[in-house]
């Protein structure tokens, strides 16, 4: 616990609303949900150009809720799709500024998370942070190799949250994140399971575009072969083909509801098909969670869950039947992205961590 009391604010933007949350060292103060209304969103082309716009409604909010700005020592924004970056805290500079203005690996509302942390700093002379963005990336270079040249695998996975989930079960194991081989697994709308070694996602499925488990809204590894005469039957556009693997895919495509909850009442109610997909879920995370043990040569410490889906005590049962003679299984259901950031940019002020410089 840091002697000295430090405010962070801390911005989450979405595709249609800004979190906040202003945290005092390790306490939340409180959280708010800012909503942004269609029509004032489309005014801007690129969704990178709402950051003025975002920062003053976040102002307003901070005002209103009766927070000196001047007070704050730090703004810790969601990071945006940067170039692939190791993870960690990182100091919001120029560079990144440009890089996220001008989208260099995409444009998306998070980008706004960096821009307006630097640019809440530079007004009040505190300091910006980003934390552990989507584009982290510390594989291994044999887990890049495919077996196709034309096509390297990507580490495009729940860093931030997979990396705050690592540290507390390391913590919980009474080790540091630096010294663990972890494997964690974030189940939500997307499936993510990653081997942590030594505080590195050494390997990890892309759980964006269609590699590992199946999930609520994506597909998963189909066969490749299938999948190709899929795409040339003249049956499917190509943002079809796309839409099957994300967004359509997965227990959705199956059952016509991304909502686990209502097909787990389904599962309960004696529903033959949606608990064969419910099953079907469930072994295949057990089987990439199988995989990620052999990258780390069966030594593992713990498996950690977390994500919405880690609420449901018939589908962790599921998941612990096959994979707890690898390691203990450990519970943090649910997502704390607000406190993941607010954390990473206190370990850099209490100086328990340096930041490192976007490049």
């Known amino acids: 616990m840091p002697n000295e009391t430090f405010l962070i604010l801390v911005i989450n933007p979405g595709s249609t609303t800004t979190k906040i949350s ?17 029509e004032e969103l489309s005014r801007f082309n690129k969704a990178s150009d709402q950051d003025l ?17 001047e007070k704050l020592n730090a703004v810790v924004g969601r990071g945006g799709l940067l170039r692939p970056i190791e993870g960690g805290t990182y100091a919001v500079n120029e560079q ?10 995409g444009d998306h509302p998070s980008n706004c998370g960096g821009l307006i942390a630097y640019a809440i700093s530079k007004a009040l002379g505190c300091q910006a942070f980003i934390v552990d963005p989507v584009v982290v990336d510390e594989m291994e270079a044999v887990a890049r190799i495919s077996g196709m040249p034309l096509i390297e695998r990507k580490s495009i996975f729940h860093a931030l949250n997979q990396k705050a989930v690592a540290r507390d079960a390391a913590e919980k194991l009474q080790k540091s994140y630096f010294e663990s081989r972890l494997i964690i697994v974030h189940l939500g709308g997307g499936i993510t399971v990653g081997a942590h070694l030594n505080g590195r996602v050494v390997d990890v499925n892309n759980g964006l575009d269609g590699d590992g488990p199946f999930s609520p809204e994506r597909s ?3 066969p490749a072969g299938d999948l190709v005469k899929a795409a040339f039957s003249g049956e499917y556009t190509l943002p079809e083909m796309k839409k099957l693997i994300k967004g359509l895919g997965g227990a959705v495509a199956y059952l016509g509801s991304h909502d686990m909850r209502a097909v787990e009442e389904l599962v309960a109610e004696g529903d033959e098909k949606a608990t064969l997909i419910w099953e079907a879920m469930a072994y295949q995370v057990s089987k990439e969670i199988g995989s990620m043990a052999t990258v780390l040569e069966g030594k593992v410490d713990a498996i950690a869950l977390t994500g919405g889906i880690a609420f449901s005590k018939r589908f962790v049962a599921l998941i612990k039947k096959r994979v707890e003679f690898i390691a203990p299984v450990l519970l ?28």
């Open 22 to 38: 202003v945290f005092e060292n390790e306490t939340e103060i409180f959280t708010e949900t800012i909503t942004h209304k269609f």
């Open 53 to 69: 716009y975002r920062m003053e409604m976040i102002i307003k909010t901070l005002r209103a809720k009766g927070i000196a700005l």
């Open 96 to 105: 990144m500024v440009a890089d996220l203005k001008r989208g260099v690996m």
């Open 220 to 222: 998963g590894g189909v």
């Open 332 to 359: 943090f259901p649910g997502e704390q992205e607000m406190r993941a950031l607010a954390l990473g940019g206190l370990r850099v002020l209490t100086k328990e961590e340096k930041a490192k410089r976007y490049l």
